[in-house]
């Protein structure tokens, strides 16, 4: 992992000092490099291009979702995935091309489905039979069609984290295919004429270093895909593989370069279009990690040390799990520095402790810093995805707040929440 400094020893994100950011805008503090957001994203979108395959990439937004990212993916071209109505909202307030949205989620209410409908989105990846049920009432109702997705789980398992895994037969998400659970559900969607499906979608896990699991994922779905054309004369047009392409947390992690994803997708559905005697169809990803998780880096002040002797020293700083939950939920590592000490030798080890109140609010283990001493600059890397979407106000600490810095310039996008903000729902209660 490279590190960009300056002659006085200063980390530098998008060219501008650390510390000049933690100063401005205060800590903790998510700061994302935008031109690493677009270089990401273009990754993607230009191997298809580069290839002439018609392709969506669609940015997944549950890694991180505010109106300005909204409006960098909208303006690198890419295709949204949303899982609420929140999310919609917010890609409705960066004015995101609706025919370019697509719903996801296990448990769609009939409010989110009705969103989606009235707002004419681009599609929507159908779960389960409930939902079936749902959106082929709410259709009838509206006398209007909607696109759709069958989302399948193909029994192809990632090798990654148990919480993470969502391809294996044993998911809360999809239709099963070797039941005929898929099946079943395809020829309900598909004799409505209020819903167009458009073809299948999978989702086989997240953080993966390899692309065999697509592969084997892809030809799966090609199976099932030349079954329904020869029994009902269904060609699909689309087949959206989901996304799952890792990233660099620690030196530990060797991801491919992104468009090595791309092209081994490619190259697996060309193959199987050709053995197959099959229309190829437009690809469709979903990349959200990929796009926004290493052009994130979060800054902290360094608060309270506590040597324990022969056994560890603890160094605070002043956020946690309020801002980084994934080390608590999934154990996951970081790679991080003193951002005001990149010359110093780091020789020293320590334990980094959240502020929450709770035993498990570690953020690093066994780290290797300078010496540490209060309001140094701490920044932990590649915190863009899941970092701030996934904070929280426990122990009533506001949210923190966001920049992004591009062209040696930097701009709040989200602000910090405050304290009235914080109580801002809570109401008196008065007793009778």
């Not at 999809?174 to 099946?183: N, P, R, Y």
Request: net charge negative; with cysteine; proline share 3%.
């Amino acid at each position: 992992m490279i590190r960009e400094t300056n002659g006085q020893g200063q980390l530098l994100i998008g060219g501008i000092p650390a510390e000049d950011l933690a100063s401005a805008y205060g800590t903790p503090l998510y700061v994302y490099d935008v031109e690493r957001i677009r270089s990401n994203a273009k990754a993607f979108v230009d191997t298809f291009k580069k290839h002439k395959i018609p392709a969506q990439v669609a940015y997944a937004s549950k890694a991180f979702s505010s109106v300005a990212m909204l409006q960098v993916a909208k303006e690198e071209g890419l295709s949204l995935d949303v899982v609420s109505e929140g999310e919609l909202h917010t890609a409705l307030q960066a004015e995101f091309p609706v025919e370019k949205i697509h719903m996801h989620g296990n448990n769609k209410s009939l409010s989110e489905l009705e969103m989606a409908v009235d707002h004419k989105i681009g599609c929507i990846v159908v779960d389960n039979f409930y939902e079936i049920a749902l959106l082929t009432d709410l259709l009838a109702e509206k006398n209007t069609q909607m696109d759709v997705l069958l989302r399948v789980t193909p029994g192809i398992e990632a090798h990654t984290h148990d919480y993470i895994l969502t391809g294996q037969e044993d998911s809360k998400f999809g239709f099963d295919l070797s039941s005929g659970q898929a099946e079943k559900a395809f020829q309900l969607l598909n004799s409505n004429e209020m819903t167009n499906v458009k073809g299948l979608h999978c989702h086989i896990g997240s953080q993966i270093f390899e692309t065999s699991g697509f592969t084997l994922a892809t030809r799966k779905l090609f199976e099932t895909m030349s079954d329904w054309r020869d029994r009902f004369e269904f060609t699909a047009d689309v087949l959206n593989l989901g996304g799952g392409f890792g990233i660099q947390y620690t030196e530990e992690d060797d991801p491919l370069a992104l468009d090595q994803y791309a092209l081994a997708l490619i190259e697996e559905v060309k193959h199987q279009s050709e053995t197959l005697d099959y229309t190829m169809p437009e690809i469709w990803i979903e990349p959200g990690r990929a796009i926004v998780g290493d052009a994130g880096v979060t800054l902290y002040r360094m608060g309270s040390i506590k040597e324990i002797p022969g056994v560890r020293t603890y160094a605070s700083v002043d956020g946690g799990m309020t801002d980084n939950i994934r080390p608590a939920l999934y154990h996951a590592k970081y790679d991080a520095v003193l951002a005001n000490k990149m010359h110093e030798s780091p020789d020293q080890e320590y334990a980094i402790a959240g502020k929450c109140c709770e035993s498990g609010d570690m953020l690093l283990w066994d780290v290797k810093l300078p010496k540490v001493e209060p309001k140094d600059l701490l920044a932990v890397f590649s915190t863009g995805a899941y970092g701030y979407a996934m904070s929280n106000n426990y122990n009533r600490f506001g949210k923190s707040a966001v920049v992004f810095v591009e062209n040696g310039e930097h701009q709040l996008v989200v602000r910090r929440e405050d304290y009235k903000e914080i109580t801002r729902l809570d109401l008196s209660y008065n007793q009778q």
